[in-house]
């Protein structure tokens, strides 16, 4: 089987099929990460479909031997910030959130209420507990992602933990 | 004061081993998450944030997968076509710029050195006159070639602001 660093070299040669390969590899996941993010299949939905859009678009810039998943979720993590920053703006997002219905991933109630606390943390320390929990990265995968050495992202991963202890 | 200082210290070194996952099971560790109520919060909380990740979660529609699959296609194949042309036309035009560039920067020059000649000549000594000319002649070749140097990054700077745009 082709690993994921080759099928993207392919794509980045204008290869569909590779790219139909990835996109069947990594959308269940992907899109399961993106409904922990978004608390909303149907953002979800929306922002897997625009996830690979912008590879697809970018895929001629894919450095040859780059790690994908990280990027991938690099991507996806930035599209769920836009996301939650037009969220926003529109209305309070916890208020939001909370009215919706309670999502599979979270069923609890104390995944929901953290997951609201997520929500209510600065971008670049959300991102990273996406990144860490969500998406199951490790923090070579997060520095790689998210284009911060290893030590930064050890230390935003620690001051959103401790945000979030003291949110509680 | 000096214990309770200690005890932050070593706090903070454990609830960064349990955020690290390393030294999850280190009896040491199991020692002091169970005597310390802020590490134990602490492992409670990633322990939450660890298995609402782990919930299964329903996976999207098989339509939804096709749909996206098509459309990235569609997208890589009309990215794939368009560079190649849009290099060659920017490519062409910085070639144009060069082409065009270089006589008239010349024609100016000559022009410059001619007048200076005509107006200076009779004021100043040949080898003055001289040195000026290098001065002169040695900045416009240093400025000539860094507008030069500048058109890939332009075109570059060009290509990616398209790219991004898109």
Redesign the interface.
């Known amino acids: 089987m082709e690993s994921d660093e080759e099928l993207m070299a392919a794509?980045a040669r204008?290869d569909?099929r590779a790219?139909?390969a990835l996109?069947?590899r990594h959308?269940?996941r992907l899109?399961?990460h993106l409904?922990?993010v978004c608390g909303s299949?149907d953002d979800?939905?929306d922002l897997?479909?625009e996830t690979?859009?912008r590879?697809?678009?970018?895929?001629?810039?894919y450095r040859a031997g780059r790690p994908v998943r990280p990027w991938l979720y690099g991507i996806a993590s930035n599209l769920a910030n836009d996301h939650w920053r037009r969220r926003a703006v529109r209305s309070r997002a916890a208020a939001t959130m909370l009215a919706e219905p309670a999502p599979?991933?979270?069923?609890?109630a104390?995944?929901l209420a953290?997951?609201e606390r997520?929500s209510r943390l600065p971008e670049r320390l959300r991102e990273v507990?996406w990144l860490r929990?969500?998406?199951?990265l490790d923090?070579a995968e997060m520095a790689e992602a998210l284009g911060i050495p290893r030590g930064t992202v050890?230390s935003r991963?620690?001051a959103a933990?401790r945000g979030?202890?003291e949110s509680? | 004061m000096s214990a309770r200082k200690d005890r932050d210290v070593s706090c903070e070194a454990m609830q960064s081993a349990l955020e690290s996952g390393e030294l999850a099971a280190a009896p040491q560790l199991r020692e002091h998450v169970a005597t310390c109520a802020d590490c134990a919060a602490h492992e409670r909380l990633l322990a939450v944030l660890a298995g609402g990740a782990a919930e299964p979660s329903a996976p999207p529609a098989l339509a939804l997968v096709a749909h996206t699959r098509m459309r990235a296609s569609r997208v890589l194949r009309a990215h794939a076509a368009a560079p190649t042309r849009g290099l060659l036309a920017e490519g062409a035009l910085a070639l144009a710029v060069l082409t065009l560039a270089l006589p008239l920067a010349l024609a100016h020059a000559w022009l410059v050195a001619e007048g200076a000649v005509a107006l200076l000549g009779g004021w100043l000594p040949p080898l003055v006159l001289e040195g000026l000319g290098v001065v002169y002649f040695g900045s416009l070749a240093l400025a000539v070639g860094a507008l030069y140097a500048l058109l890939p990054l332009w075109v570059a700077t060009l290509r990616r602001a398209r790219m991004e745009a898109a």
């Open positions: 794509v204008g569909e790219l139909g996109v069947d959308a269940v899109h399961a409904v922990r299949r979800a939905d897997l479909q690979w859009l590879v697809a678009r970018a895929a001629r810039t599979r991933a979270l069923g609890a104390e995944g953290l997951r997520v507990v929990y969500y998406a199951g923090e050890k991963l620690h933990i979030l202890q509680t």
